[in-house]
């Protein structure tokens, strides 16, 4: 599923289901699954009173290619585990996000929010701005390639790289935990690309446990 310019988020993998929600929440009676007619207040009754222990009980794993800064906001979340493209093994590829006039037009510094954005800027000044960036990291992927091509080490070369390189990563963690990262970087104070990522996350976990995310989707409103 692509995201930004360069991003995108796969699905590698999931294990479990709504139904196994249901059955792991009824192991305490010797209990199973009966069917969504009845189960569904049953699957509410568990949301709803924070009884989530069963929602880890379904789990799901991506792949991701985002940008450098993206990655470590989303690795802030200690409940996934991790594992990075690294660019001490291998050569960064040459992928930059680079923001679109839109974004950056509704980019300026955010008087009300030390670490958010808002509008503010012209068109004119967007297309400058973009201008800038694209500049400074053709001037980086310069500078990284020569490093790389008179010898020195890769894992000193990528010292100038910058938090627009995309990287990749995989990402697996259980269905409650998915859940409460889509809370946080779906919320308007996240920031705009990880929104993204976090809406293409969703999308994929609502295809796979679809009764669940409905409930989830209940509490946004």
Known sequence: MKVLDNGYVKFIESFGSDEM??????????????GWETDLRLLRYLWTNRHHTPFEMGG???E??????????WHRHRTQSYNELSARYSELPNLYYIPSVERLQAGKQSQKNKQGSEDG???????NFRQDIIEATA???????????????????RLV??????????????????????????????????REYAGAVGRIIKEKFPHTYGLFEEGLK
């Open 21 to 34: 929600v249901i059955e792991s929440a009824r192991m305490s009676t010797d209990g199973g699954f009966r």
């Open 60 to 62: 799901l794993c991506f």
């Open 64 to 73: 991701i290619q985002c940008p450098i800064f993206v990655a470590r906001e």
């Open 121 to 127: 800027f012209s068109q004119e000044d967007a297309i």
């Open 139 to 157: 001037r980086a992927r310069v500078t990284y390639e020569h490093l790389l091509e008179k010898g020195v080490a890769r894992e000193l070369a």
């Open 161 to 194: 790289i910058p938090v627009n390189q995309y990287t990749r990563f995989r990402a697996s963690a259980n269905l409650r935990n998915w859940l409460h990262f889509l809370f946080m970087r779906l919320d308007a104070s996240a920031q705009v690309e990880i």
